[in-house]
């Protein structure tokens, strides 16, 4: 079936730092792929996402390509603010109407 | 005007409890879904309606059992609540037909069982 792979966490980084989150996907068909995240305390919100192959999805400084040879949808940023300190989540959706998480990376951002 | 609202924020009760969690969205789409997080973060989708339908169901034990009066609401009952039952409940809405549309979050239901 399809799944979701992300990096383990936590991802401990300071501030202004460049951040990667690794992610790779299994799925029959082509999926779309979102980034969401999770502050303390509080539901998911959509990051980012994109479609289809060679998409780029961004937002709020984050990005990431739908690469379809290397099934990866890794989420960057060039420079973390302490206020990125969350956890991220990966996912995918073919045309159930089911969304797939990976396990969240927590990153952790120090001044 | 919150667009997925769930109520109660924090739930703590005694094994062998029945209770319940409510969830409504002021979004106009027409498909609903409870996921369950448990302690690791781990995200996993536990129903989803469509139209007050079920469209899917994720092995979810039989104690739980979610019932959609119309398309705005979507409630979870959950019966003879056991220690695994603690989690944090995402309900959770979207507009329905194919892969393109995000998922709007409530804030999500704590249930502590004691």
């Known amino acids: 079936g399809d799944s979701v792979t992300q990096m383990e966490g936590p991802v401990t980084l300071s501030e202004e730092a460049f951040l990667t989150i690794n992610c790779t996907y299994t799925a029959t068909g082509y999926p779309s792929l979102f980034w969401y995240v999770q502050y303390p305390g509080e539901g998911l919100q959509l990051l980012l996402k994109?479609?289809?192959?060679?998409d780029k999805g961004s937002n709020k400084g984050f990005e990431a390509t739908y690469r379809k040879e290397t099934t990866s949808f890794h989420l960057e940023k060039g420079s973390v603010q302490v206020s990125d300190s969350a956890v991220y989540f990966c996912?995918?959706?073919?045309?159930?109407?089911?969304?797939?998480f990976g396990t969240g990376t927590r990153l952790q951002v120090f001044p | 005007d919150t667009a997925v609202s769930q109520t109660p924020k924090y739930l703590v009760t005694q094994m062998g409890n029945d209770k319940s969690i409510k969830c409504e969205q002021n979004l106009g789409h027409d498909t609903m879904y409870w996921y369950k997080q448990d302690s690791k973060k781990f995200l996993k989708i536990m129903f989803s309606y469509n139209n007050k339908e079920l469209i899917i169901n994720e092995t979810v034990p039989n104690r739980f059992s979610p019932k959609s009066p119309d398309k705005a609401h979507l409630n979870l009952h959950i019966n003879s609540l056991e220690l695994g039952d603690s989690a944090v409940y995402f309900c959770?809405?979207?507009?329905?037909?194919?892969?393109?549309?995000?998922?709007?979050f409530g804030e999500g239901s704590r249930l502590t069982v004691l």
């Open positions: 996912a995918l959706r073919e045309d159930t109407d089911k969304l797939i």
């Open positions: 994109a479609t289809k192959a060679d």
């Open positions: 959770a809405s979207s507009r329905s037909g194919g892969a393109f549309g995000e998922l709007f």
